[in-house]
C-alpha cells in the first residue's frame, strides 16, 4: 500500500476542482532556484537488513571510549527505569498531541516537569522545555528583548565565559531579529567574567546580561555581583546553568538582590544519554512578570467544571497557531519524550540524589586533577572552585595529544585552543560520577605517554 | 447589546477615541470587541514616551482564546498606559468606555486612521466587521 492513499483518479479529481493542472502547479509560487529535483548524499532506498547493518557500523565507528569530556553534555548514570518508561506505548512520542486536554498524562508529565525546573532554579514559573540549551540560550536572548520595554538597544552582553557553542547557535538565532550579543572579557587569572571590563559598559543602554554558572571553564562565576551590577545599570539577568550544579550552588531566582529573570539551561544531564551530540533538552524558567513573553508551552493545572483536578496547556493565545506571525515564538511545542525522561530521571533521583550526584562530580573532577596535574607539564590554570570541569595547561599542543588519547580510547577532553587562543595549549577536563578511580588512573597513564 | 456612546468617534479596527480636554487622544476597545473577545486576561499597554504612527500596532489584548492588537489611530507620542490594566484586565470587559481606557497619545499632526460616528461604526459591528 503506498504511503499516500489516493489514487491518481483521486488527486486528478481534487486538481480538477481547485482548478490546477498538476500537484506541481501548487508549489510554483516557490522560485526554480530554491527547488531541488534530488538529494545528493541520500542513497536509494535500502532493505532492512542494510539498514541495519549500514547503522551497526556508524555506531561501531564511534566506538565506547573513555570518556573525559563534558562541556556543555555531560555522562551521567541513566537509571534503568527511565527509558524502561519513556519508551512504553502511553508515553513514547516526542509530540503534544492535538486536542492535548484529551492527553491528561501528557500534560501532567510537562506539570510535574515544569514543578521540578521552578524548584531547582528558584523561579517562579518554568515552560514544558525547548529543543536544547544552545537554542534554550537563544530564546532567552530573545525573550529578553520582549519583556525590558524600556531597553531600545536589543543588546545582550555574553561574557567570553559563556559555552562558545551557546553563544554561536544563539548569535544564528537572532541576528536576523537585529539582536547584538556582545562579549565580555574574562579575566585570565581566574577564568571568570572581568567585572572591570563590565564596568566599561556602566551607563549603557544594554537589554540583558547572560551569566553562565557553573562557567564554561568549570568555574564559579561571582553571580551576586554580576546581577546586582546588571540591575544597577538596567539590564535583565538572564541565567545558563546546569541542573545537576544547582543541587549545590545557589539557583538563579537567589542571585544577587531578587535573582535572575530568566533561567536556561540544557536537561541533557538528567535523563539524556550523550548520543554523539543530540537530541537534548532545553529548558527555561522566569520571573512571573515576564511569562507572557516566554516562548513554548505551559501547562496548567485547574479545576473541571464539576471541580475535579486537570491539566491544560496555558497562554496559549500567543502561540503561532492562534497569533500567527505575531507569535511570542516559532517554537509551538516542546521536546517532549527528553522531557519526559528528565522528569521520570529526576523524580528517580529526588533532590538527595542529585545531591550525592553532584558531590560525586565534585570529586571525580578533583581526583582526575590531582592525577593529571602529578605528570611533568600538565598544571591547572584557574585557582577557584570549579565544577564538573577543569582547565589544564600543557607543554603540547592539545589535538595531537588528543589524537594519540584517542587511539587507545580515550576522550581526552576539548581542546581550547580554537575558541580560546589566549590560553595558550589547554584542555578542558571533566569528570562525572560515571567515573572510576581506575578509569582516571588509565588516563592519567596514557597521557604521560602521549604528552611527555 | 453593546453600547455605542454618540460622543465618541471609531475605527474600522474597533477602538473608540476620545479627545481630552489637553488635547491628547483616550484610546480604548469598543463594546462590541470586548464582547467578542471575551474575558480579557492580560492587557499590555504601551510605555509613556513611545512615538507611534497612525496604524501601529501598540497594545495588546489577550483573552483565553485569542491575542488581538491595538492600532493607534493618530500619529504622536504616548503620554500614558492605563496602569490599572496590569491587574485588573477585567475594566476593560466591565466599564469599556471609562475605567478600561487603553492608552492616551498626543497627536503631532500626522496622518490620522479614518474614523466613524457611533452609527457609521455600529453598521460596521453588525456586519461582522
Given amino acids: ?47 532492512e537488513m542494510d539498514v541495519a547493518r549500514l547503522a551497526a557500523a556508524r555506531a561501531a ?29 502511553e508515553i513514547y512520542s ?29 523561579m517562579d514559573v518554568s515552560n514544558a522545555s525547548l529543543y536544547d540549551g544552545a537554542s534554550a540560550l537563544a530564546e532567552a536572548c530573545l525573550m529578553a528583548v520582549r519583556a525590558h520595554r524600556r531597553s531600545k ?40 567574567v572581568d567585572v572591570k571590563a563590565l564596568e566599561r559598559h556602566a551607563g549603557e543602554d544594554i537589554t540583558a546580561i547572560v551569566i553562565q554558572q557553573p562557567n564554561f571553564f568549570g568555574q564559579l562565576e561571582d553571580v551576586d555581583v554580576l546581577t546586582r551590577w546588571a540591575r544597577a545599570n538596567g539590564a535583565l539577568v538572564i541565567a545558563a546553568v546546569n541542573p545537576v550544579a544547582l543541587a549545590l550552588v545557589a539557583p538563579p531566582g537567589e542571585w544577587g538582590d531578587g535573582g535572575a529573570d530568566i ?50 496547556l496555558t497562554l496559549q493565545a500567543r502561540e503561532q497557531h492562534i497569533r500567527r506571525a505575531k507569535a511570542t515564538s516559532n517554537i509551538c511545542t516542546n521536546q517532549g519524550l527528553l522531557m519526559t525522561a528528565a522528569t521520570i530521571h529526576l523524580a528517580l533521583l529526588g533532590p538527595e540524589g542529585l545531591g550525592r550526584v553532584a558531590r560525586a562530580c565534585l570529586a571525580r573532577t578533583a581526583e582526575l586533577v590531582a592525577a593529571l596535574t ?33 587511539a587507545e580510547g580515550i576522550v581526552g577532553g576539548l581542546d581550547l585552543e580554537r575558541d580560546f587562543p589566549e590560553l595558550g595549549h589547554a584542555l578542558l577536563v571533566c569528570a562525572t560520577e560515571t567515573r572510576t578511580t581506575a578509569d582516571i588512573e588509565a588516563y592519567a597513564r596514557a597521557l604521560g605517554r602521549a604528552a611527555a | 447589546m453593546s453600547q455605542t456612546p454618540a460622543d465618541l ?97 498626543k497627536p503631532s499632526g500626522g496622518a490620522a486612521t479614518e474614523t466613524l460616528d457611533a452609527p457609521a461604526y455600529e453598521a460596521v459591528a453588525a456586519a461582522g466587521g
Fill in chain 1, 94 to 122: 516526542a509530540y503534544t498531541p492535538y486536542q492535548a486536554e484529551a492527553s491528561q498524562g501528557t500534560l501532567q508529565v510537562m506539570y510535574e516537569y515544569q514543578s521540578m525546573i521552578a524548584a531547582l532554579t528558584a
Fill in chain 1, 374 to 406: 602529578q605528570l611533568p607539564g600538565v598544571r591547572e590554570v584557574f585557582p577557584g572552585p570549579r565544577f564538573h570541569e577543569a582547565v589544564l595547561k600543557l607543554e603540547r599542543p592539545a589535538g595531537p595529544v588528543l589524537d594519540a588519547l584517542a
Fill in chain 2, 9 to 105: 468617534r471609531y475605527t474600522k479596527s474597533h477602538e473608540w477615541l476620545r479627545k481630552l480636554p489637553d488635547g491628547t487622544i483616550e484610546v480604548g476597545i469598543t463594546d462590541h470587541a470586548q464582547q467578542s473577545l471575551g474575558d480579557l486576561v492580560f492587557v499590555e499597554v504601551p510605555e509613556p514616551g513611545r512615538h507611534v504612527a497612525a496604524g501601529d500596532a501598540c497594545a495588546v489584548v489577550e483573552s483565553v482564546k485569542a491575542a488581538s492588537d491595538i492600532y493607534s489611530p493618530v500619529a504622536g507620542e504616548v503620554t500614558a498606559g492605563n496602569p490599572k490594566l496590569a491587574t485588573e484586565p477585567e475594566l476593560v470587559n466591565r466599564d469599556p468606555y471609562g475605567e478600561g481606557w487603553i492608552m492616551r497619545v
Fill in chain 1, 153 to 192: 538597544s536589543a543588546r545582550i552582553l555574553v561574557p567570553a565565559t559563556v559555552n562558545p557553542t551557546w553563544r554561536r547557535v544563539a548569535e544564528v538565532i537572532t541576528e536576523g531579529q537585529g539582536l547584538k550579543l556582545d562579549a565580555v572579557p574574562y579575566d585570565l587569572a581566574t577564568g571568570c
Fill in chain 1, 263 to 312: 533561567a536556561v539551561g540544557d536537561a541533557q544531564p538528567c535523563g539524556v544519554p550523550l548520543s554523539s551530540g543530540g537530541p537534548y533538552v532545553g529548558f527555561m524558567a522566569c520571573r512571573m512578570e515576564h511569562v507572557r513573553q516566554m516562548p513554548g508551552r505551559i501547562a496548567g493545572r485547574t479545576v473541571d467544571t464539576a471541580g475535579k483536578p486537570g491539566f491544560t
Fill in chain 1, 1 to 47: 500500500m503506498p504511503y499516500i492513499p489516493h489514487t491518481p483518479d483521486d488527486v486528478r479529481a481534487m486538481l480538477d476542482r481547485i482548478g490546477a493542472a498538476s500537484i506541481d502547479d501548487l508549489f510554483d509560487e516557490i522560485p526554480n532556484s530554491l527547488r531541488i529535483d534530488a538529494l545528493p548524499g541520500v542513497p536509494a532506498a535500502l532493505p
Fill in chain 1, 61 to 89: 565507528a564511534d566506538g565506547r571510549p573513555l570518556n573525559f569530556i563534558g562541556a556543555g553534555a555531560y555522562e551521567h548514570h541513566i537509571p534503568a527505569p527511565v527509558w524502561a518508561l519513556v519508551t512504553r506505548g
